[in-house]
């Protein structure tokens, strides 16, 4: 061996050229080379995927399917075995070669007793004589398989009795028992037969019988087909509610929890009531932890009260949050907000919140304005210049104090004052100081808000000429500054909701229904120029229609009633902030934001000469305004599926959009149309929720409009008219929209 050679155990070489390692330098040298050997390994045993071993044999499933089945659908039948499908893209054709779908192998021994599984299952659902067979086809890396059912004629429930409830009235013992999940003159399923008995045993601990107790008898004869089933019942004791015992407060007076408790001494037990005492307790946001349950340990079976303890854990007395966000229309946002509970005692939550967007693009004040229109968000500009809605920051500061149970468990009344600048995008920009006082229903069991509010501002609306021209008639800077002018606006508002979702964010099943009504009046406070009516509601239903593919739809709804006055006179309309607007990523996506419905076009103060004759000069000079409309109908359907590749993070999404919006009283810049726009959406999970980008196509064009004429100095907007003391032009553009790309941070709905 030459100079400088350390040879290991392990038959590594180690040469230095400089100078001969000692013993305990090569020592070392040998530990540290067989630690790096044993990670390597350890890693090469985590990267490399364990079904490498299909090689040995084992073979993807690419078929698995049912056949013969009638009572037991297939997705029961597939959750109830070992054996699993390969994803889609695994095991279709065309585009498994690619390889991104997530392959399941079959294990033989489980695959045999599958046959039993679903076998077993059929018994349990009463059909005795019921086989299963297997049709297996197998090739050197797949296999394809497909269990064949004979079900045979299922044992027929005869008659289903119950024994003990006759200290109940005879329209309690109806509801105790309609409606069960095992009925008379269908098949006899145990699983069934146990969840009758566990909804009658809830049933009747909601009328006050906490300590009832089910028995259950039933005789089967298979050469008959027939079953006969009995549910002995020992409802126990009739109880009330009794003492409320109340452990865990230190800030919060334990007066403020018995009043969000739905539990009252002296009436009927019920653990619906238990149960939503325990959500009231949570909802207020007085506590991390509550939990009302009888109270065992004074619990005594001969005294007809029952008592009941609460246990809660108070929240933080104080909270911060603060989020960052970027959307295609606000640039950059933030909001940051500061929670006091229990401010001034009696449960009272103080909240002051914040929020800007806009940030890089708004003029004002000028430290936030970065230019960013021209590179991040080019989506706020129109023809090169920053529109209405982004000349300025955006913004709200609230400052609101809520109080929990007022007058009602179910009740929460909310005072709140606020500063806000929001805007719409390419229509309007509102400037608005208020205050409002909100009064809010919601029971803990059906979660049905109900909010009543009345809100009194005094702001201005900055419009775009072409709003003000084409709606009121007010075309010069003289009139329509007058229109600027501060105003007072009082709206009294009911809102209500019926959600029945799974989940508040991204929903897979389940339905939302809601309303608004908003009514606005001199005869409340309002100015007479800001007088209207609107009507809103909208319904949203959710279905897994197979495993992780979601079918959801969408209608809405909405029509706006209003009269006012101007300077030029009598004309009917509604404040532009009020009126509806559709385009964008959350309605009709292969339209532009805001721009289906009515619209007017201007164009820059220039020679006019070729615009009445040419409709391609028309076309690259004219930029369209959104006015806003007083009817809208809005449908959606999208089918929601995971995507080949990342199933836990990545969702790819197929939909079409139908809409139309319209102003009644406007003829010309508004057509009563409604149109459709197919398109895909791809969903990457953040925990914010989906990020959400949409690629829509729209047939369609932009609705014909007038066309107004822009003086740079004056800030008039003049009708073009191809014929003096003509009509004035009207114009449409050319070509369909084409495709449109939407994206944005949350489900479309």
């Known amino acids: 061996m030459g100079r400088g050679a350390v040879t290991s155990d392990l038959g590594v070489s180690y040469f230095f050229a400089d100078r001969q390692l000692s013993a305990r330098q090569a020592k070392r040298v040998k530990f540290a080379w067989s630690r790096l050997l044993v990670g390597a390994l350890v890693a090469a045993a985590w990267l490399v995927p364990a079904r490498v071993a299909a090689q040995d044999g084992e073979r993807a499933v690419l078929q698995l399917k049912f056949e013969g089945n009638k009572a037991i659908d297939g997705a029961t039948l597939a959750a109830s075995i070992a054996t699993s499908n390969s994803s889609w893209f695994a095991r279709t054709g065309a585009v498994k070669w690619i390889g991104v779908g997530s392959k399941k192998y079959v294990n033989e021994r489980e695959l045999q007793r599958d046959v039993l599984r679903i076998e077993v299952l059929y018994r349990r659902s009463g059909f005795p004589s019921a086989t299963v067979d297997t049709i297996i086809r197998r090739t050197p890396r797949d296999i394809y398989i497909t269990f064949k059912v004979t079900e045979g004629a ?134 991390s932890l509550a939990q009302v349950s009888l109270d065992t340990v004074a619990f005594d079976e001969t005294d007809s009260l029952v008592p009941v303890i609460v246990k809660v854990a108070e929240a933080k007395r104080r909270t911060v949050k603060a989020s960052a966000g970027y959307a295609s229309q606000d640039c950059f946002r933030v909001s940051a907000g500061w929670a006091m509970r229990n401010f001034l005692g009696s449960g009272r939550i103080l909240d002051i919140s914040a929020r800007a967007s806009k940030i890089g693009v708004a003029s004002t004040p000028s430290f936030v304005d970065w230019n960013l229109e021209n590179s991040l968000c080019p989506g706020v500009k129109e023809a090169g210049v920053v529109e209405i809605g982004s000349r300025k920051l955006n913004y709200n500061v609230t400052v609101s104090v809520r109080r929990p149970a007022f007058l009602s468990p179910q009740n929460s009344m909310t005072l709140s004052g606020f500063s806000e600048r929001r805007s719409q995008y390419s229509v309007y920009l509102r400037e608005d100081i208020g205050a409002g006082i909100a009064l809010t229903r919601e029971s803990p069991v059906r979660r049905d808000p109900l909010t009543l509010a009345y809100t009194f501002t005094y702001g201005s609306t900055q419009a775009t000429a072409a709003a003000f021209c084409s709606y009121f008639s007010v075309c010069t800077p003289e009139v329509r500054a007058a229109q600027e002018l501060r105003k007072p606006l009082a709206i009294l508002s009911a809102t209500a909701a019926i959600p029945r979702v799974n989940n508040p964010v991204d929903p897979t099943r389940g339905h939302l229904f809601t309303g608004e009504v908003a009514w606005s009046s001199s005869l409340i406070g309002s100015s007479q120029f800001q007088q209207f009516t609107r009507f809103a509601i909208e319904g949203r239903w959710y279905r897994t229609v197979f495993p992780d593919v979601v079918l959801a739809w969408r209608a809405r709804a909405g029509r706006v009633f209003g009269r006012s006055s101007d300077q030029q006179g009598a004309v009917n309309f509604v404040p532009v902030e009020q009126r509806f607007y559709a385009g964008g990523p959350n309605d009709v996506r292969g339209f532009p934001y805001n721009q289906l419905g009515p619209i007017v076009y201007v164009i820059p103060d220039a020679d006019t000469a070729g615009y009445q004759t040419n409709p391609a000069v028309l076309d690259n000079n004219t930029v369209p305004f959104a006015t806003g409309g007083n009817v809208q109908l809005i449908g959606n359907v999208e089918v929601r599926f995971p995507a080949p590749v990342w199933q836990g993070r990545l969702r790819l999404a197929a939909f079409v959009d139908v809409g139309g919006l319209w102003q009644t009283n406007d003829p010309v810049n508004s057509e009563k ?65 084409g495709w449109q790309l939407n994206l944005t941070v949350g489900q479309p709905f």
């Open 154 to 287: 299922p044992i027929v429930l005869e008659q289903l009795t119950f024994v003990g409830l006759d200290s109940l009235p005879p329209g309690k013992q109806k509801e105790v028992t309609q409606d069960l999940p095992l009925r008379v003159g269908k098949p006899f399923n145990l699983a069934r037969l146990q969840m009758s008995i566990d909804t009658v045993t809830l049933r009747l601990r909601n009328l006050g019988y906490p300590t009832v107790d089910i028995f259950r008898e039933f005789a089967s004869d298979s050469a008959t087909r027939r079953a006969n089933a009995t549910l002995t019942v020992e409802t126990g004791h009739h109880y009330r509610f009794g003492s409320v015992k109340v452990e865990g407060t230190t800030r919060v007076d334990t007066s403020v929890v018995r009043a969000l408790l739905l539990v009252e001494q002296g009436r009927a037990y019920s653990e619906k009531e238990i149960t939503a005492s325990q959500l009231n307790l949570y909802r207020s946001d007085l506590f």
């Open 673 to 737: 149309r409604v149109v459709a726009t197919p398109g895909l959406g791809l969903r990457l999970v953040t925990p914010v929720g989906p990020l959400r980008f949409d690629v829509a196509y729209s047939w369609d064009k932009l609705q014909r409009g007038t066309v107004y004429v822009a003086n740079s100095v004056t800030e008039d907007l003049t009708e073009l008219r191809p014929v003096p003391g003509g009509p004035p032009l009207t114009f449409q553009p050319t070509s369909p929209g």
